[in-house]
């Protein structure tokens, strides 16, 4: 397990200033939720880890075995059944080194109020669209700047002028009796949790669309949630515009509420126990 580095609570790791991984944020990560000590998702996450990896020229020399061997190792240091766990994969020289630990769980807080942000475009054609990387400083900015204007998180634009996603999930929302939820081709990073949602609306019979949507939707949605694999399905209750804010059905979608109730069915027929019961 050479290649991958555990790191237990209090741990410090060296950086080499001169190489991508620190200098340029060259890398990637995955963020897996961890309830009673079972790993949710793992499998998407992995692939999605291992393509990240290969489109960007970063090395993955260990085998998927290995890595949840780390992991289970760092469990077992550290007593953990629940809270999430990071798998960061950084460019040192002309190979890579994985890093796995551990932070606190994410709560969701409640309802989720969304700042609409116009002002900073995601570039669709980016050669960084789509994957998890650690080029993560514009997302974090943006987050407190919804955070300052007492809301949760933003709602982004591309260069198009079309909506994207929230700076740490993907955004859903619901007219009648479709759920819509935009594309990939608009540059958002296509979430686990994302995924799962679109595939058991499709086992629900939900008439689902991935498009393009432009910011006058945000006045017609009867419904809105975000997703990302820390707290699952989110409800949005308000949506701030400039100086107003227009409120959201807060209470449960029953379309929403379905979509809820079979995320945590998947998620515990799919996560893999980790700690010994």
């Known amino acids: 397990m050479s290649d991958i580095i555990i790191l237990n609570s209090g741990d410090h790791v060296a950086l ?3 190489q991508s991984g620190f200098a340029h944020g060259f890398g990637i990560f995955e963020t897996l939720k961890l309830a009673s000590g ?3 998702f793992w499998e998407e996450h992995w692939q999605r880890f291992v393509r990240s990896a290969k489109e960007l020229s970063l090395h993955v020399e260990f085998a998927e075995e290995q890595a949840l061997e780390a992991i289970r190792e760092l469990l077992r240091a550290e007593g953990l059944r629940d ?11 002309a190979g890579s080194q994985c890093y796995v630990y551990s932070r606190p769980a994410m709560t969701s807080g409640g309802a989720a109020r969304l700042l609409f942000a116009s002002d900073s475009k995601q570039n669709e054609h980016s050669l960084l669209a789509g994957h998890k990387t650690h080029n993560y400083m514009e997302n974090m900015l943006l987050l ?3 955070r300052s204007a ?3 998180d933003v709602v982004r634009v591309n260069a198009a002028g079309q909506l994207t996603e929230t700076a740490v999930g993907n955004l859903f929302f619901v007219q009648g009796d479709t759920l819509y939820t935009p594309g990939v081709a608009t540059g958002i990073l296509p979430g686990v949790v994302r995924a799962v949602v679109l595939e058991a609306a499709g086992i629900l019979g939900v008439s689902v669309v991935e498009g393009t949507y432009f910011p006058d939707a945000l006045n017609l949605m009867e419904s809105a949630f975000v997703t990302n694999s820390s707290v699952g399905i989110q409800i949005v209750d308000t949506i701030k515009i400039g100086e107003s804010q227009r409120e959201v059905e807060c209470a449960a979608h029953p379309m929403v509420q379905d979509l809820i109730e079979a995320l945590a069915t998947v998620e515990d027929g799919s996560s893999m126990l980790m700690t010994d019961d």
């Open 83 to 93: 809270g999430a766990i990071k798998v960061s994969l950084m460019q040192t020289g």
């Open 144 to 146: 407190a700047s919804a």
């Open 38 to 40: 079972r790993l949710c």
């Open 150 to 152: 007492g809301c949760t």
């Open 16 to 18: 080499d200033p001169t």
